[in-house]
């Protein structure tokens, strides 16, 4: 049990004047090129509906953001509250999360030196480079947090292994109360804590009293989120767009780890793409990072002493299960993010193999991977099906054409177009509790009125076609936004039922998003 304990005591120092891979100075490069990514053109690209969202939420009073009903407990979004409070504006949700994204690539830093001094550097250069915690990191959300108190709970469920201190206990009781305030699922970073823990308790009777006080302490410090959590869980359960859970989607998890979903097909295009058509887009992908990926894992495998296997494998293996079992009896949506921060465990694997193996292959495959890992950075800015949908520029658009007026399919898309307009309905919520208040429909005298969406094979458009009526008068030359055509409109009805009615003809394309011109009644 002090395998953990003994690695992370010893210290190598780099000879003087030379750049180590195992030295200070490697971490920081690792560090600095970390930030790079994360901050240079943070704001290029529009913000996503989901950030709009947050945006709204932190614009509520503190004590209405702690029982919001938004779907997430209230520690990031008190934090962003605070900052836009101090008149740092809507950006910085994007900076705070890029800054986290910065310390998280130093905290594999001292997670990979307690395996091995050496692996610091490596490790680090690992997690700056992944893109999908490059893509969260230039997100407003709350995923940045939720990483980096993962990976701190990893450092922390190690030190509770290796000393049992009040210290480290205390530490541990820290990182798993602030995780549970940010994400609910950060409740399966700690199940997978709590099995690593145990295996390693031993039958010291003292051991096993400060377990059970530490987890008392834990668990009266959590109760406050059971008032947090109701409100929050009646949003999650009126959700109708959760994917269901299988072998595909697990797998194209995994295989977004090490992408972060801009390689393969696109996470719009698995809404219509169907399953042959997304494996054939993501086998050659499988194939370029699956391999060398294997193979390294083999080499980790092999230079890891069984108790680090436990320390890596536990932490990375559970979460999956549970999340797979949670989402198949539940129905809870499988999402990648909600295992992004297995990336950590997972480079720290990946890089004790290649760090203790041999031979020339280890060095092709890293280089494999870190090539797929800078096509993936690039096409996600570059390839308009990677990037988000192009809120700003529809609103451009739409703005330079004041005479014509604009609808939009699907409706809740028409919230971030709305915020590029500098429409304050965009961020405003209903006065009314519970979770409809995140569902509602602007009011229809909004400068782009949201249709609703059409039900799952219902061919009755009556409801938009009353909406449309009353944003439209016949005759009238007007505006059509579609986006997200896989939530509105799945089979194309309403869309087809509109080109036939108006003549509508495409006028501009943006990042997801297509705007028609048509005339009513034409």
Known sequence: MGKGRNTGARVTTARAGRFELNSGTAVAAAVVFGALVRLVDIGAQSYSMDEIWEFTVIR????????????????????????????LGDISARVLSAILGIVTVWLASRLGRRIDPKLGA????????????????????????????????????????????????????????????????????????????????GRDPARWRRWLLGHCVLAVLLIPLVYVAIPDFGLDASNDYSPTVGILEIGYAGLSLFTGTTLGPSTRALHTAGSIAAIRSALPWVIMIGVPALYLAYLGWRALPTDWRIRLGVPFVVPVVLLSTISALVGTAFRVRYLSWLVIPLALWLAAGWLRGKGTLRHIAVGLLVLSSVIAMVTR??????????????????????????????????????????????????ATDGPDRFLYHQEPDDRIVPLPNLEDESHDVTAQDEVLDAAVPLGQEYLFVVTRQFHADPDGTYFDHRVAEDGLVPVAHFAGITIYKGVRGS
Do not use: C, Q
């Not at 292994?161 to 940010?182: C, E, H, K, Q």
């Open 60 to 87: 509520l009073p503190a004590r209405e953001i702690v029982k919001a009903g938004d779907g997430f407990p209230p520690l990031f979004h008190l934090m962003i509250h605070g900052m836009f409070a101090g008149g």
């Open 122 to 201: 490596a490790a680090a250069f690992a997690v700056a480079v992944a893109p999908l915690l490059v893509l969260l990191s230039k997100e407003g959300r709350a995923y940045g947090l939720f990483i980096l108190l993962a990976g701190l709970l990893l450092l922390a469920t190690w030190d509770v292994i290796d000393t049992n201190t009040p210290r480290a206990w205390s530490g541990f009781i820290v990182v798993a109360v602030l995780g549970m305030y940010t994400h609910y699922m950060f409740s399966l970073a700690l199940v997978a804590a709590e099995i690593v823990i145990i295996y390693n308790m």
């Open 381 to 430: 800015d570059t390839i308009d099906d990677y990037r988000v949908e192009d809120a700003r520029g529809a609103a451009h658009y739409i703005a330079d054409h004041p005479d014509l007026p604009a609808v939009g399919m699907a409706w809740y898309m028409t919230r971030p177009i709305e915020y590029y307009l500098g429409l304050t309905s965009a961020t405003a919520l209903p």
